[in-house]
């Protein structure tokens, strides 16, 4: 029950904050407004379902959804589309309640960082130990592995252009330094910085070899 009404909160701040944007972002706003408001009807759904099995593939619906209004505010965090006051008064809050009720329920969370995120990590590592791992795209590691690698796991910033059109020499050495600039202490899992569906089968071949040769702990 607290999830959800923080589900629905969250659905509130997002239409009270995407209605002032200009006409020419309505179509934007729709798409924000239409995945918080899934998150919301989709734990309610769940919780009316009669089985385990089938509310927790409901929560996963619901925790997508959550995902994807996250990738949004990245994005317009970078557009400028919502000012760095904005984030700080209702975003990461509101963002950070929700994750921490579904933590208190025993769900383990996973986040994606669309962008450069440089600017945000001293807010989002502000989670118990373990429970949140956070998926980085273009972030700088080591900076995210100092700050947000005390509490919580990372994982990413393997460059989907790279993963598509480097050479499997270039993807391996790639996966070294990031091998050795994360795994230290543990915590650090090696993909992609986001999903790269033409990745060539020799370059995918390279980041297992890489992870099998450099990423053992000893």
């Known amino acids: 029950m607290r999830v959800w009404i923080d589900a629905v909160e969250y659905y509130s701040l997002i239409c009270e904050t ?99 995120y440089q600017r945000r990590l001293d807010f989002i590592h502000d989670f118990p130990k373990g429970w949140v791992n956070w998926i980085f795209d273009k972030t700088d590691m080591a900076d995210a592995k100092r700050i947000v690698g005390k509490n919580c796991s990372i994982s990413g910033n393997l460059p989907t252009s790279l993963m598509c059109t480097g050479t499997a020499k270039e993807v391996r050495e790639h996966c070294r330094k990031l091998i050795e600039t994360c795994a230290p202490g ?30 053992l702990y000893k």
Not at 192 to 199: F, P, Q, V, Y
């Open 186 to 215: 543990g915590g650090y899992m090696l993909t992609g910085g986001a999903s790269a569906t033409e990745t060539s089968p020799e370059n995918l071949r390279a980041i297992m070899e890489a992870a099998q040769e450099y990423g």
């Open 18 to 116: 995407v209605n002032k944007w200009p006409y020419e972002y309505k179509r934007t706003a729709s798409q924000a407004i239409s995945s918080a408001d899934s998150i919301h009807r989709n734990i309610a759904e769940g919780y009316c379902r009669r089985s385990i099995h089938e509310y927790l593939n409901i929560l996963d619906i619901a925790l997508s959804s959550l995902g994807e209004s996250v990738s949004g505010l990245h994005a317009y965090l970078k557009t400028g589309q919502l000012s760095d006051k904005q984030f700080e008064k209702f975003y990461w809050p509101s963002l950070k309640k929700f994750v921490d009720e579904l933590i208190e329920e025993g769900i383990m969370v996973m986040l994606f960082a669309e962008g450069r």
